[in-house]
Structure formats: C-alpha cells, structure tokens
C-alpha cells in the first residue's frame, strides 16, 4: 500500500492535545506519513515499526498512550490483533483503530466494532485519518 501526500490543511495547525497515540506500522512510508497527519493535528506521537517496538515503548509510555493505531499484519510472528490483546492486559480501556490493505474481516469473526475498536482501510486519505483518530478519542 502507499501512502497519500499530506497536504498541509487550515484544520492542521497545531492544537495542543493531551492525546498520545502509539502508531504500529512496518511499512516506513504508511508510517511517517500517518505519524506526520498526526502530529500535525497537535497529537504526541510514538512510532514503532513492529509489535515487538511497540510493546518497548508500552513499557516505558504506557500511562500516557491514548490510542493505538496498527496494521493489522505483521512480520514477526505477531499481528496488530495480538498485540492490542497484549496491552489490553495491562490497561483493559485502552482503545484501538486497526488499519489493513485487506477487508476488516481479516480481523475474525468474533472482532466487533465497539467504543473501543476501530477500523480504518487502507490506503487512507489525510482527512480521513483525521476524522477517525478523532471519533476514536471521542469520550464515550
């Protein structure tokens, strides 16, 4: 998948946010161009190319991330699936949007759209990522 050009938009200027979001991506252009709408829109940004990364930066981040938004595949033995489950131990609320080239289905059967999981198909546009990072850390 390739990523979009991220135009700099009027609704990007740099709101402060107390949102972190933890962005789980292999694919290096998906990932700084997400992480790039992202901090654009005024959110702090922690980046990790694989499930591993990502549960290095938990440790040392883990009460200050918000949202984590991950492919769902992974190399390495380990999917965006697992890896929410993992942290999900630790903090049960925590809220997830998973992104994929392939449908949500990849995701199972059992995986129920709920105040806690998103989805969001690649590839992406900047104001859609936009618009559902920000339902996504909508207060319930």
């Known amino acids: 998948t390739t990523a979009l050009p991220v135009p700099a938009a009027a609704d990007d200027l740099h709101v402060p946010r107390a949102e972190t979001i933890l962005v789980v991506e292999d694919e290096a252009l998906v990932r700084l161009t997400s992480c790039t709408i992202l901090q654009r829109r005024g959110y702090n940004v922690l980046e990790a190319a694989s499930p591993r ?6 440790a040392i981040n883990r ?6 938004f991950t492919d769902v595949v992974m190399p390495g033995g380990m999917t965006g699936r697992d890896l ?7 903090r ?3 809220k997830a949007l998973f992104t994929s080239g392939y449908s949500s289905d990849l995701l ?3 995986f129920v ?3 806690a999981n998103y989805f969001l198909q690649k590839p ?7 618009r559902v990072v920000s339902e996504c850390l909508r207060p319930a």
């Open 53 to 58: 990364a990502a549960l290095e930066l938990w």
């Open 108 to 110: 199972g059967r059992d």
């Open 63 to 68: 009460d200050r991330i918000d949202l984590v």
């Open 84 to 90: 929410v489950e993992i942290l999900r131990r630790d």
């Open 124 to 130: 992406f546009g900047a104001a859609e990522l936009r």
């Open 92 to 94: 049960p609320e925590l």
């Open 113 to 115: 759209r709920t105040s």
